[in-house]
């Protein structure tokens, strides 16, 4: 029962009355200004999230980069780059993306509320064939040690063993946070114009070292990257360039994908691999190229390249992939002598196995020195220390 407290005409002691009992239940309800009750703490209802913004920032021969964004707090992006209509089925919008093709993007945001309208813009480049789209030069004028771009790199930092049971702490740019040091930084750019990754024993049976990522920051999707590279070699070093999918935040690894195109180790009692040369020459250096995905790993679909004539991965090379549609091709220093291409049909007979590379999804870039873990196992007497990994540049061109 609700109770009106209406004084006109009402008896004042009959009023106090109702007026305590209605105090009491806590159903009082003022009338004010002759109107009806007012509908105390109604909210409006919640509105669909607000339509993408579709932002761009120039990379390189006409090539961009576009940012999705939505002003709706928490919701969640779908995107298509065919020009179809998104769904909540669609990619989820995770980081910038590089676009060297004429595409259309297609975008909606999601909340609780429902789904915004349709954002929506068409992009004729016409770039050609093996134009250069991206890179990162590793450029620094200052005469100093200086930062890996902030806007391209962040950084993997701690020693979780990152599923391999690696040794290594690593160290993000300025952490003074033991066993890291500021003045001893693990990656830096220096005036030399390379990326330095340092691997460092700080103390026995204790290694620093970096994993740079470009993930939240730079992605993309097919087309061919190249890692210009110099990797040291002693026992534990596990020296790597290569990609995972945006979407590891929500289907994890390895149904994200993995695409590995600079990998090698040294390991006491691992005999040299290779398929060039078949059985390996006593004195081969290797690289190995794989790919990782839900039902199938490096172990199924890994293959090594034998270096000729003597080199070692040592020495500069340049270690690259040809991403397109339903192919993964790598090489090291000449594209036009690939030592393994992959397809889906390699998957034939893995149980479970799904290709991860297509239906729309970028990669985001890695570049790391792991120090021991279950491939090279751990650094012994004859690891030296500090040892480097430089890294010339990354670039990446349209197929």
């Known amino acids: 029962m609700i109770y009106r407290a209406m004084w006109r005409g009402m008896d004042i002691g009959m009023g106090a009355a109702m007026l305590a009992a209605a105090a009491l239940t806590g159903e009082l309800l003022c009338a004010c200004g002759g109107g009806g009750a007012a509908n105390i703490g109604t909210s409006p209802p919640p509105q669909p999230a607000a339509a993408p913004t579709v932002a761009t920032a120039a990379a390189l021969n006409g090539a961009v980069v576009v940012s999705l964004a939505s002003s709706t707090p928490g919701a969640t992006i779908y995107y298509t780059v065919d020009g179809s209509t998104p769904t909540s089925s669609s990619q989820i919008y995770q980081a910038p993306f590089l ?7 297609k975008a ?9 309208s349709v954002a929506s813009q068409a992009f004729n480049l016409n ?8 890179s990162d030069e590793f450029a620094n004028a200052t005469g100093s040690n200086a930062q890996p771009n902030q806007q391209v790199w962040t950084y993997e930092t701690g020693n979780s063993g990152f599923g391999n049971s690696e040794l290594e702490t690593y160290c993000a740019w300025g952490s003074n946070a033991s066993p890291c040091s500021m003045a001893s930084p693990s990656a830096y750019v220096g005036a030399d114009g390379y990326l330095h990754i340092v691997a460092q024993q700080p103390s026995p049976g204790v290694y620093t070292s970096a994993r740079l990522k470009t993930q ?15 990797v040291p070699e002693a026992q534990g070093y596990w020296p790597a360039g290569w990609l995972m999918g945006n979407n590891i935040a929500t289907v994890n690894w390895p149904a994200c994908g993995e695409m590995d195109v600079l990998e ?4 006491t009692g691992l005999p040299p691999k290779g398929t060039q040369n078949n059985p390996p020459a006593a004195t081969s250096d290797w690289n190995q190229g794989s790919i990782h995905g839900t039902g199938f790993t490096g172990v199924d679909l890994g293959t090594t390249y034998d270096f000729i004539n003597g080199a070692t991965a040592s020495e ?31 998957l034939n007979g893995l149980s479970g196995a799904v290709w991860p590379f297509d239906g729309g999804q970028s990669s985001f870039i890695i570049l790391n020195l792991a120090i021991g873990g279950s491939w090279p196992g751990p650094p012994n007497a004859t690891t030296p220390f500090p040892s480097q990994m430089l890294v010339d540049y990354v670039r990446i061109y349209t197929n």
Do not use: C
């Not at 770039?127 to 991206?134: C, D, H």
């Open 216 to 230: 939240g920051l730079f992605s993309f999707q097919y087309g061919r990257i190249e890692f210009r590279a110099q």
């Open 264 to 267: 090698r180790v040294d390991a």
């Open 127 to 134: 770039i050609p064939s093996g134009a250069l789209v991206w």
């Open 108 to 116: 909606i945001a999601q909340s609780s509320a429902g789904a915004s």
């Open 99 to 105: 676009l060297a093709s004429n595409l259309t993007v």
């Open 316 to 346: 500069w090379h340049t270690y690259g992939m040809i991403w397109s549609k339903n192919s993964v091709l790598y090489y090291v220093d000449n594209p036009s002598q690939p030592y393994v291409t992959y397809t889906s049909t390699n």
